[in-house]
């Protein structure tokens, strides 16, 4: 079951004081971007947000379960009515991923 885009943009809009929150869709699902980092997925309306030592930290006892078969483990976030959660969650995985490789240029 695919996502909905109204769970979409409610996600999207109950973190956007994280930053600059963006979502793509990705085969029938969603990934979550914050300043252009993608951070979580949307899966059969489920956040999953990408796990790190500082989401370990702030929230030791969230779950932990794939996205989709044969995914790796992201923490599975439902208490999504949470604002100052989310967004405190949000902006602390984003301090601590990668930046966002630069795209290669298509030969001509």
Known sequence: ???KIEFV???ADQMREAGAITYKKMFGEYGL???GKIF???CNDRLFIKITEAGRKLCPKLQEAPPYD???NY???EDVENREFLTKLVTETYMELPEPKP???RKE
């Open 70 to 72: 044969g995914a790796k």
């Open 1 to 3: 079951m695919a996502s």
């Open 33 to 35: 971007y914050c300043n």
């Open 9 to 11: 943009e409610f996600m």
């Open 40 to 42: 979580a997925v949307i």
């Open 103 to 105: 795209k290669k240029r």
């Open 75 to 77: 923490f599975l976030v």
